[in-house]
Nanobody
Framework: QVQLVESGGGLVQAGGSLRLSCAAS????????MGWFRQAPGKEREFVAA???????FYTDSVKGRFTISRDNAKNTVYLQMNSLKSEDTAVYYC?????????????????WGQGTQVTVSS
C-alpha cells in the first residue's frame, strides 16, 4: 500500500502560480512512477503529468510549457508547479502512484490515489 497526501491547493487569479505537493508513505517511493490528475465539475478525471523513477516527465498537451512535475525521493514527495494558470485549470487535483508511467497514463493497472486538493483559478 502507498498512502498519498496532497497539499498546496487554493484560490489564485488567472496568470498566477501555485505549487502542489504530494507526500507519500508506505512503500519505497523511488520505485514508483508518480503522477497528477485533475477532475473538473461534471467532467471525468484526466491525466495531467507524470514522472518516472528515472526523472523522465510527461504532460498532457494543455499544460505543456506551464506546468512542471518534479520529485524529491529523499523527501518522498512529488510536486506540481503550475504557472500561467487559466480558469480552465480549475479542478480537484489528485496525486497518484503506480509501478510504471504507462499504468498512470492509461490507468490500466493498480493505482494509488490521494484525497485530492482543490485548485480554483478566478478570471
Amino acid at each position: 500500500q502507498v498512502q498519498l497526501v496532497e497539499s498546496g491547493g487554493g484560490l489564485v487569479q488567472a496568470g498566477g502560480s501555485l505549487r502542489l505537493s504530494c507526500a507519500a508513505s508506505g512503500r519505497t517511493f523511488s520505485n514508483y512512477a508518480m503522477g497528477w490528475f485533475r477532475q473538473a465539475p461534471g467532467k471525468e478525471r484526466e491525466f495531467v503529468a507524470a514522472i518516472a523513477w528515472t526523472g523522465s516527465s510527461f504532460y498532457t498537451d494543455s499544460v505543456k510549457g506551464r506546468f512542471t512535475i518534479s520529485r524529491d525521493n529523499a523527501k518522498n514527495t512529488v510536486y506540481l508547479q503550475m504557472n500561467s494558470l487559466k480558469s480552465e485549470d480549475t479542478a480537484v487535483y489528485y496525486c497518484a502512484a503506480a509501478k510504471t508511467v504507462q499504468i498512470l497514463t492509461t490507468r490500466s493497472g493498480a493505482l494509488y490515489w490521494g484525497q485530492g486538493t482543490q485548485v480554483t483559478v478566478s478570471s
